[in-house]
């Protein structure tokens, strides 16, 4: 594979990451000074004035070519996220599959989702009313570690579509799989100046990033999130803010335990539960709930913890030392409160440095941090309820409301359940990846979880602005003689009642 931090600009220092398979370290990144993000923002805005002037259909032609690019070259892609996050190979595959995806859905709506769309006018005949959509410009893309492809590339498909530039701060321990998929982008024909990539320190170089830009899609812990709001706020300027989660699973009593295990350990344990939408809290209906502990407990006595760069394994590594710590630390705490642990709660050095058991945990208090706080690992703590509506209130007993999971063989009892649950995605016998994957519908979270909706024709609108041209016919709005003061009102008031009459919006 070529160098790929080639393309990166360099201020002559550099950020070292290590592999989470091993702690090697795998590679230095030059970073990006400050005054280089707004070089690379200039070029970009450059780059982004030929882009928006061409057609919709040619852009939708790259994303197709990259599509298949991105399928033609998965084992390469598959080995950089790996060797970046530590996880496993299966999991790695799930973000190949969805930028292919991803690109195939918005080539084939991006023409029509952007195209003007004509508009009730004020009078039907006199006014001709159309909406048309204008690229914001500069998107700045702040991603995260944990879906590197499908966190960030997956978010620049509609922008660019849209007709704007990326000006893009991964997170550094995964630049490399950002670099791949953009030289990608550009075998597809991205013209290269419009995907900037720039790497540093999070709180210098993403509030660069925020300074530079038109409108910012960030994905990260809820705290950053805060901060980037924040500083978008003063800019005036957008902020898709896509942040943490405590999702909860809910298992009724006529749940197909087979299933519902089997979900429970996807939903739990994907990418070591390093995922944000990722299942920590599962509620179970009392009469099933010795049957699914057991069989979970089994289940996840099966799974294979391992650091190949093959499908052997089932879970790989946590990305770090800091997650290490963190799932630790939530494990002791919440034992040390008082829990029981029904399966793993130890760290596994002899595979790697910062693998940890995949864990269940039962009878977890209410005061143990990991009851409500994100623990972003391979923890799920189960809880038994009464009913649905005891296993609906303790689902929204939360800070969070990003993704939820309802098992039921009664889809409409199950349907009923999710339109109460406060959470931005609700999955029915599926853990996370039915809603994710329905890429026509819109996808993100309420209170804590953030404010932005990526996916479906909102994602892609999310990158530009609408302006709305109002053609005025035959007959001005206003006053006019002979129809001036009362006559004027009354000829309003009669035309009013005739629209609420015909049945107009
Ligand atoms: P993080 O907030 O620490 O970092 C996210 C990104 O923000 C990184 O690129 C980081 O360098 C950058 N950053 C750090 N400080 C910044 C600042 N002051 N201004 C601008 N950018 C800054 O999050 P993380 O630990 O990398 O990711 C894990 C978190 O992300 C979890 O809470 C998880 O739930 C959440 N997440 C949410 C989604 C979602 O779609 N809702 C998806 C994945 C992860």
Redo the contacts with the bound molecule.
């Keep these: 594979m070529a160098d790929l931090t080639a393309a990166l600009r360099s201020s002559g220092d550099t950020a070292e990451v290590r592999m989470p398979f091993t702690g090697q370290v795998l590679v230095h990144l030059p970073t990006t000074a400050v005054e280089q993000v707004t070089e690379a923002a200039a070029e970009a805005r450059i780059a982004q004035r030929a882009w928006a002037a061409t057609d919709v259909a040619d852009r939708a032609a790259v994303l197709l070519r990259w599509h298949d690019a991105v399928l033609d070259r998965t084992d390469e892609l598959l080995d950089v996220i790996q060797a970046e996050t530590g996880k496993a190979r299966a999991h790695a595959f799930e973000e190949v599959a969805d930028i292919a995806n991803t690109c195939r859905y918005y080539a084939r709506v991006a023409a029509k989702a952007l195209s003007p769309q004509r508009r009730s006018g004020v009078f039907p005949l006199l006014t001709r009313t159309v909406q048309q959509q204008h690229p914001v410009g500069l998107v700045g893309l702040?991603?995260?570690?944990?879906?590197p492809l499908t966190?960030g590339a997956g978010d620049a498909i509609p922008a660019l579509v849209a007709g704007n530039a990326v000006l893009h701060?991964?997170?550094?321990?995964t630049t490399l799989t950002t670099l791949l998929a953009r030289d990608l982008a550009i075998e597809a024909g991205l013209p290269p100046a419009l995907w900037q990539v720039v790497v540093?320190?999070?709180?210098?170089?993403?509030?660069a990033?925020?300074d530079q830009v038109d409108q910012v899609i960030?994905?990260?812990?809820?705290?950053?999130?805060r901060?980037?709001g924040e500083?978008a706020g003063r800019r005036l300027i957008g902020a898709e803010?896509?942040?943490?989660?405590k999702n909860a699973m809910i298992v009724c009593d006529d749940a197909r335990m087979r299933a519902a295990v089997a979900g429970a350990v996807r939903g739990a344990f994907s990418s070591a539960g390093?995922?944000?939408?990722?299942i920590e809290r599962i509620y179970v209906a009392e009469p099933v709930a010795d049957e699914f502990c057991s069989r979970l407990v089994a289940a996840v006595h099966e799974l294979r913890l391992g650091a190949g760069f093959d499908y052997r394994s089932d879970i790989g590594s946590l990305a770090g030392p800091?997650?290490l710590a963190k799932v630790r630390e939530h494990v002791e705490d919440a034992v040390a409160q008082g829990a029981t642990v029904l399966v793993g709660g130890r760290a596994r050095p002899e595979i790697g440095p910062y693998f940890f058991e995949p864990t269940v945990l039962g009878a977890v208090p209410p005061h143990a941090r990991c009851f409500s706080e994100?623990t972003?690992g391979p923890v799920v703590s189960v809880y038994r309820v009464a009913d649905d509506d005891e296993a609906v209130t303790a689902a929204n007993d939360s800070a969070y409301g990003?993704n939820a999971s309802v098992w039921s063989t009664s889809r409409s009892r199950a349907r009923s359940i999710a339109s109460r649950l406060k959470a931005g995605t609700v999955n029915i016998n599926e853990a996370y990846a039915a809603a994710w994957g329905s890429v026509d519908a819109p996808?993100?979270?309420v209170k804590e979880?953030?404010t932005?909706r990526?996916h479906g024709v909102a994602g892609l609108l999310s990158g530009t602005w609408s302006q709305t041209v109002a053609t005025q016919r035959l007959w001005p709005i206003g006053e006019r003689s002979p129809l001036r003061g009362r006559r004027f009102q009354r000829g309003m008031t009669t035309a009013l009642r005739a629209l609420k009459a015909l049945h107009r919006a």
Aim: aromatic share 8%; glycine share 22%; hydrophobic share 35%.
């Design positions: 702040i991603s995260p570690w944990n879906y966190l701060k991964p997170d550094s321990q540093g320190d999070g709180g210098v170089v993403g509030p990033v925020v960030f994905t990260g812990s809820t705290p950053t999130g901060l980037v500083r803010l896509e942040l943490g989660g390093q995922l944000c939408l990722s800091a997650q994100e972003f990003l996808m993100g979270g979880s953030g932005g990526r």
